[in-house]
């Protein structure tokens, strides 16, 4: 098992940054991958970001450039750096793990799953 605990999300103006992070805990050492999707009210869930144990990284077309992922493996700590955001980022943020090498993109390739920590940005 492997429990996912998201903070740092909150209201921020367009153009502004936030820092999201993830906390990991259990048998973390058998993740393949670790993702980043988000949720807007009303729509399906999509992928923003993926981070594989070889440290490799992925991203949605709609925030490479302004969002960086990168992990803390001695901390057990995925981060989620959103710079430049706009009011299309608004959405409930989730962390999430997957022990197979399935399509990194698709939320179905994903075991566990964090809470979501709420992002809003204002025009």
């Known amino acids: 098992q492997v429990q996912l605990v998201e903070s740092g999300g909150g209201l921020v103006q367009a153009g502004g940054s936030l820092r999201l992070s993830c906390a990991a805990s259990g048998r973390t050492f058998n ?20 981070i594989m144990k070889s440290g490799s990284t992925y991203y949605a077309s709609s925030v490479k450039g302004r969002f960086t992922s990168s992990k803390d493996n001695a901390n057990n700590r995925l981060s989620l750096q959103m710079d430049r955001l706009n009011p299309e980022d608004t959405a409930v943020y989730y962390c999430a793990a997957s022990d197979n090498r399935d399509l990194v993109s698709s939320e179905l ?15």
């Open 31 to 50: 993740m393949y991958t670790m993702g980043w999707f988000r949720q807007a009210p009303g729509k399906g869930r999509e992928f923003v970001a993926a």
């Open 109 to 123: 390739s994903y075991r566990y799953w964090g809470q979501g920590t709420q992002v809003t940005v204002s025009s």
